[in-house]
């Protein structure tokens, strides 16, 4: 077995039998310091966990350039979804997954240690470089509060690259989605339902026709939309007097999500008043969409980083938000790019894939050699 395969696997698998869900990647996050201060490296901590009630700060490893060019970033996150507890990874041939009771989280293990292998392949190859703003966010999962809480005036890089996604390894992520979210408090009447029937109004009807006339699911070939929870009533003999409503939709194309949200929420506040209701309805921003050219410079990097490897880059459009967004908002201009990571969230079906893994740590290093070609 090769030298670095081995040493990527031992750290893949120690990280991910420590159970880090979003707002708790304390212990995560100190098995991530102590292997970068093995390497000479120091590491600093923000205050983004208090930002959304986690116990953790994003982590940040400033790597000082031994060439004169811009900062670049490298990102991973150090959560994962649940369940997380008591994973027992299983190495078969080139795969490793979990025993199918929990997730393996190799999303997004799998970029930590692909970050982790690379400062070292650095540090071995003496590979010359620029700065390097490598940081390891806390919270994705649960809504990217770590990218979004992030400390921005420790960053001066305005190109970044996210290793959060899978195989093979020359899929470039150029692009995601803005997504709303949206929460309805549709209000009836509470009656008796067998004494006084007639004295309430249900508010689980009221939702319930509004639902029925809307648009859901995939609206076109850039805009989807969902209602994804449904709480309320108490019992069978009370006309229920209060229904929430949570749900979202995305769109590539910002004017398309507006219209979709607003048939949304018009059609739980016209439903519910035709009924004799009411209906209070919350719209938020949960991120803005973004989308890099090929001729802007993190693709021409990606490209040549790819060339020197053999391959040519697959340009890809993401139907999913991620820490990238919010750098992009922040005027980072940032890509997706394979750590190695396979059906990610699924127990029975997640996979680390080794041998793009390990290509997934090359890509990073040719990255490095070619954003300091480009910018030179
Ligand atoms: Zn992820």
Redesign the pocket.
């Known amino acids: 077995m090769p030298v670095k395969r081995e040493r990527f696997l031992r750290d893949f698998l120690e990280l991910v039998q420590i159970p880090s869900p979003s707002g708790r990647e304390g212990k995560v996050a100190q098995t991530v310091i102590s292997r970068l201060t093995a390497l000479g490296l120091s590491v600093a901590e923000d205050e983004a966990g208090k930002g959304f009630g986690g116990e953790q700060g994003n982590l940040f490893v400033t790597v000082p350039g031994t060439l004169d060019r811009p900062s670049l970033l490298l990102n991973a996150?150090l959560d994962t979804v649940v369940p997380c507890e008591g994973v027992h990874p299983i190495v078969e041939d080139d795969k490793v997954r979990s025993d199918g009771t929990t997730i393996l989280g190799a999303?997004?293990k799998a970029g930590v240690c692909v970050l982790v292998e690379l400062l070292r392949v650095l540090q071995e190859d003496k590979v010359a470089h620029g700065p390097l703003e490598i940081v390891f966010t806390v919270g994705?999962?649960t809504g990217l509060h770590g990218a979004r809480h992030l400390d921005y005036q420790r960053l001066t890089a305005k190109v970044g690259f996210v290793f959060?996604s899978g195989p093979p390894v020359e899929r470039v992520i150029v692009g995601a989605p803005s997504q709303k979210s949206l929460r309805a408090v549709v209000r009836g009447r509470a009656a008796h339902a067998g004494v006084s029937p007639e004295k309430g109004i249900n508010a689980i009807v009221l939702a319930s026709r509004a639902i029925s006339r809307m648009p859901l699911g995939r609206i076109d070939h850039e805009t989807t939309a969902n209602i994804g929870v449904i709480r309320g009533g108490l019992a069978t003999n009370i006309v229920p007097e209060e229904v929430i409503l949570e749900g979202e939709a995305r769109s590539h194309d910002p004017a398309k999500l507006e219209r979709q949200v607003q048939t949304m929420v018009n059609l739980l506040r016209d439903e519910s008043e035709i009924g004799g209701g009411r209906a209070e309805v919350m719209v938020w921003d949960v991120y803005r969409a973004f989308r890099i050219k090929e001729s802007d410079l993190p693709c021409q990097v990606v490209r040549r980083a790819l060339e020197q490897m053999g391959r040519t880059p697959q340009w890809e459009i993401s139907g999913g938000g991620?820490d990238a967004n919010i750098f992009n908002e922040h005027g980072i201009q940032t890509v997706i790019l394979c750590c190695g990571e396979e059906s990610?969230h699924s127990p029975v079906n997640e996979r680390l894939d080794i041998p793009s893994a390990l290509q997934s740590v090359e890509l990073a290093k040719q990255i490095i050699v070619a954003f300091a070609q480009l910018t030179g």
Do not use: F, M, Q, V
Request: negative net charge; glycine residues 0%; proline residues 12%.
């Open positions: 996150h999303d997004n994705e999962e959060d991620s990610p």
